[in-house]
């Protein structure tokens, strides 16, 4: 009995050791897998939303390690692609890569993109079912910040560009990419100053592709279908300062003129005096593609605007997204008055963001408010960010190029020119591109699209790897003669 239990002790011993030998090597056979085969795409985009390459409005909450950390990120992730295109950096974190073409003289043209992201609202954070700055791939998706906005288009070209380089392919034109690093902040320091540089270098493009445009499957103008939305336009950004000024004072013996009183009736009026509904270009071309496809009497009215302009575009103001196409909006972003329960302010401030249709003039926005407003106690201030480009054409090159491209990797998508009702850094870019596209594709619901600049930004896994075969065929069909 004995014998027979050690017997089976050392059986025992044995097979222990056997086990620990295969865990072993399993585990040297896992890491010898990890060191030697590459991360995925997948992974590298779940990394470089690990820096927090944030905008703050206050520059000086700006954390440069960060934006540097990114760069150095993706020049050691992308060797092809930092040793074959030339690089040269502006402002210290704004890159510009030039790849040259084997035809110099066809105009280059230019893809841009930025990896500044923006904050997450204070209070907010305990809302993210996964952190913001993790790179977190959970359940199909990419979760974080800039997961959209804007590091998929940086990200994407990177990937693109290493793969073909790769492939040893040599583009016939000239390409430029620029991975900028202040967009959301107004790009002074950033596009702005790469578009100054290159043109007095005298580049001039035959046409650029940035951030917005995307894949829409479920736009419910579009039932059923589709959509591939590439951007002719974006709405002029403004922003309005507020400055209400009244009597102030001991509360207990309150005076009539309220600055607080006076800031809020303001406020109170241009909220409930939206701008008129009106169609213009782009969206009249929008309507006209879609038409055919909508069908019945929308489709037909959508193909006849001489007298289905005004049914439809008051349709289309009912839905919150599809609203900002059809007029000029404004929303009231801050409110800020009073330092004390006991205290009557002497002065108000509030701060009211505009978005203006193409052919919607700033000067003239600014004076139908102040005439809204009546009240000569309200200063208003205007800081804008400069009128947008005008709409690109929908016969020209760029639009051709970019619509082959969807075409062949999103062939179930119905494309349909569109108008960005966020504003980019285009606008710095007018000096050397006439025509302005804005198409860097990836595949996103709806709901999914409202994550940007808000909580649980995400991009599905599947959407990346569409967006690298979109963005190389992209690069394919813009490169050649
Ligand atoms: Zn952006």
Known sequence: MHDRAEALATVKQVKHHFLKMICFTSLAFTLLLFSTVQASPVDRMA?????????????EKINYEAFAGFL?????????VFSVLS????????????????????????????????????????????????????DGYLWGRGALDDKMAVITSL???ERLLAANYTPARTLYFTMVHDEEIGGHQGAAVVAN???ERGVKFAYMVGEGGIVLPDNPMLAGKSMALVGLAEKTYITLHLT????????????????????????TKIHDNPFPVKLVEPVTDMLRVMGPEVGGLSG????????????????????????????STSAVTMLDSGVKENVVPQQAHAVVNMR?????????????????????????????????????????????RISEAAAQVFPESLIVPGMLTATTDTRHYQIVADEVYRFRAYRVSMSDSRSIHATNERLATDSLLRAIDFTEQLVLAIAKP
């Open 87 to 138: 690089v040269e950096r502006f402002s210290d974190y704004s890159l510009l890569l030039t790849w040259r073409g084997s035809q110099p003289e066809l105009a280059p043209v230019l893809l841009d993109a930025h990896y500044d992201v923006v904050p997450i609202e204070q209070g907010t954070l305990q809302d993210w079912l996964h952190p913001p700055f993790a790179g977190v791939v959970a």
């Open 300 to 327: 037909w009215l959508m193909r006849n605007q001489w007298l289905g302009a005004s049914p439809i575009a008051h349709q289309m103001a009912r839905d919150r997204t599809n609203n900002a196409l059809v007029r």
């Open 47 to 59: 990394e470089a939303l690990r820096f927090e390459t944030v905008s703050f409005q206050n520059a």
């Open 72 to 80: 150095a990120f993706i020049e050691q992730t992308y060797p092809r």
């Open 244 to 267: 209400a000024t009244g009597d102030g004072g001991h509360s207990s013996i309150p005076p009539r003129n309220n600055a607080a009183v006076s800031l809020a009736r303001a406020v």
């Open 197 to 199: 540089a290159l043109h």
């Open 159 to 161: 990937e693109a560009v």
């Open 356 to 400: 203006l249709l193409p052919g919607d003039n700033v000067d003239d926005v600014v004076a139908s408010v102040v005439e809204l407003i009546d009240d000569a106690n309200i200063v208003v201030k205007l800081d804008s960010w400069g009128q947008s480009p005008p709409v690109a054409d929908i016969n020209g090159e760029g639009y051709a």
